[in-house]
């Protein structure tokens, strides 16, 4: 790693590359996995649904590459452990784990319940660091692959109606960048995506003004972009993630008004 060039280590050619997509039955991770096999790349498929992973793997645009099915509860950690192993005898090795899985439910402090509120951050935090546990060591043992975490531009500051989603995402934008200062030197890459708002059937879920909403397959086409530029942060839309990159410098005074005036609540 050089003070100037690409903060991860190189990934396969896409033809050669084994990629572990969690997440992968709508939304970003369906249309991650679809541009992934229509590259030529081995891509196991995970998610709660069989039937959807098996609309995806056969989608004839993503047919150059090869899809394994792998239904998994992402929530069950000895699962994941399970499918981990799994994978590791089907593929060999893999290059990258790319975990997609979240769920999203808007929150103000007055609507704050406990089950609710463990409910989305075992999704969304206490999953995806299960995961990890499970394929470091693998990873460690091959001496290279990568791990890719997605988050949230939500997780930058705190926001009206994601009083736990922007703490969850706020958490994984921490543990991705101490993950990352742990595997780089021993080679295995770590990427923090970051998008704002993406048109999935979570985000329809919403009733307020979305900025910059972006489509599921441009979100897709981003961030096989950032891992081939090899950046450790792959956030999106571009203008969208400079207006909340500027916010989170500002002091708490200017930041509140701010927030304010902008979504009025």
Request: no cysteine.
């Amino acid at each position: 790693m050089t003070l100037f060039g690409p903060l991860n280590p190189p990934l396969p050619a896409w033809q050669d590359a084994r990629v572990w997509v969690i997440g992968a039955s709508y939304g970003i991770g369906a249309e991650v996995a679809r541009a992934l096999l229509a590259r030529g790349a081995r891509v196991a498929l995970s998610a709660r649904s069989a039937d959807k992973l098996r609309d995806v793997a056969g989608d004839p645009a993503a047919a150059r590459g090869a899809a394994l099915i792998e239904p998994l509860d992402f929530t069950d950690p000895a699962a994941v452990a399970a499918a981990w192993q799994r994978l590791q005898a089907a593929f060999k090795r893999i290059d990258l784990v790319l975990i997609v899985a979240g769920t999203h439910k808007e929150m103000r402090a007055w609507e704050l319940d406990d089950a609710e509120s463990r409910a989305l951050l075992e999704v969304n935090l206490h999953a995806p660091i299960a995961t990890v546990a499970a394929v470091v060591p693998g990873l460690l043992a091959q001496g290279r692959g990568a791990i890719a975490i997605v988050s949230s531009l939500a997780g930058y500051r705190g926001l009206p109606k994601a009083l736990i989603y922007g703490a969850s995402k706020a958490a994984l934008i921490n543990f991705s960048e101490a993950l990352y200062l742990d595997l780089r030197p021993r080679n295995i890459g770590v990427y923090l995506i970051n998008p704002g708002f993406v048109k999935t059937p979570l985000t329809d879920r919403n009733e307020f003004r979305m900025p910059h909403l972006i489509s599921a397959e441009e979100a897709a086409a981003e961030i096989v972009a950032g891992l081939e530029r090899r950046e450790f942060e792959i956030r999106f839309p571009k203008a969208f993630a400079r207006q909340l990159g500027l916010l989170r410098h500002l002091p708490y005074r200017l930041y509140f008004a701010a927030v304010r005036r902008a979504t009025g609540l």
